[in-house]
């Protein structure tokens, strides 16, 4: 790992610790309100999935740093309609919880990418999470799973109502992440983490994260290209 | 019943400390945000606000001031219920004056026994 990852990690890890008190918070709080009010009925589901989502925050995490101390990745065919539909099962539930809709958009049929299924996943569920956990009072409640063709390859990415979020807003939050309690306020009212570890995901694979638009929603997307491979065939 | 003007962004904990307040026999409507505050006051105005510093889109701070400009609300206590730890919570003492801080909570540290209590000594002061 170089020193520029080294420190990329740190504050990475700086990020991860601060985002996960608030899964940490619900459960205890969560926990104390049961035995408050003498509930038998402690909301489990809410529990298991909230920590549920705080350990997949650590495992992306994780996977961040084992891709980031590869010397190079290896890469396979993706299906990018089949990673966006798996990734709008695991948000449903907490979908449901913020009273948004997670929607799905392609249009046509896709060939292949290049990518690692795992990391992509991973990532944009972790970006699902950060955005749905922003959605305050408004009409436009939903997270838009979405890819379409550019001149440079398939973009595919999350997307939802954050007019606020600009190319120079994304820039400065990069620049600031594990040394701000508050990296992205017009995303997360904490470190913003998912967001982060999400970029960290798509990097060692040449996709980083780019602040994008789908239908007048800004959201935050990766450039993944073709599979040569399949192209052939 | 006193009422209670809650601003918290995140939508479980929000849930969470309503429960617990209204338990304890408070009236509280919940905001997720500065803008949904200010339209919570115009429909009722609190006895008290518990505020999360760490809004989405808006700064706490700023709602602070933007909050104590409306002079229907110059009076009305304010306690701080924030993530953002006291080290780096620079609050001066005519901050809190002029802002009608009352009191400051470290949400990792403040059970809901605890916040309750504290809003209590806030609305009903000895």
């Known amino acids: 790992m170089t020193a520029t990852n080294a420190v990329s990690q740190e504050r990475l890890l700086r990020a991860l610790a601060e985002q996960l008190k608030l899964p940490l918070l619900h459960i205890a709080r969560q926990a104390e309100l049961a035995a408050m009010t003498g509930s038998t009925s402690v909301p489990n589901t809410t529990i298991t999935q909230t920590a549920s989502m705080a350990l997949q925050l650590i495992d992306g995490y994780l996977l961040s740093t084992d891709l980031h101390a590869q010397q190079s990745l290896h890469l396979e065919p993706v299906s990018i309609s089949s990673v966006l539909h798996d990734t709008a099962q695991r948000l449903q ?21 290049m990518g690692h299924r795992e990391s992509l996943e991973t990532a944009f569920t972790m970006l699902g999470y950060s955005f749905i956990e ?21 973009v595919a990415g999350v ?17 600031l992440y594990g040394n701000s309690r508050q990296a992205l306020p017009t995303v997360s009212p904490a470190s913003g983490a998912g967001v982060f570890i999400a970029d ?8 980083p994260l780019r602040v994008a638009r789908h239908q007048k929603l800004n959201g935050l997307a990766a450039t993944l290209f073709p599979s040569q ?3 052939l065939v | 019943m006193p009422k209670v003007l809650l601003i918290e962004p995140d939508v479980v904990l929000a849930k969470t400390y309503k429960a ?8 509280v409507v919940a905001a997720r945000s500065a803008q949904g505050a200010v339209h919570a006051c115009d429909d009722a105005a609190p006895d008290v606000v518990v505020l999360e510093l760490q809004l989405v889109r808006h700064n706490g701070i700023e709602f602070l001031h933007e909050f104590r400009s409306y002079p229907e609300w110059q009076n009305i206590p304010i306690v701080l219920h924030t993530m953002t730890p006291p080290s780096s919570l620079h609050l001066s003492t005519d901050m809190t004056e002029q802002l009608g801080v009352a009191d400051y909570l470290y949400k990792p540290s403040t059970s809901l026994q605890k916040l309750i209590r504290r809003i209590n000594g806030v609305v009903t002061p000895a």
């Open chain 1, 93 to 113: 539930f907490l979908a449901r919880q913020y009273n948004c809709e997670v929607e799905i958009h392609l249009a046509g049929k896709y060939e292949p990418v």
């Open chain 1, 134 to 154: 922003s959605i305050t009072e408004g009409k436009d409640r939903r997270l838009v799973l979405a890819a379409h063709r550019s001149g440079k390859g398939l």
């Open chain 1, 159 to 175: 997307f939802g109502n954050h007019p606020g979020l600009t190319a120079d807003m994304y820039r400065r939050a990069r620049a």
């Open chain 1, 200 to 207: 960290s995901l798509l990097a060692p694979s040449g996709s």
């Open chain 1, 229 to 231: 491979q399949m192209q």
């Open chain 2, 20 to 27: 617990a307040l209204e338990h304890a026999g408070h009236d």
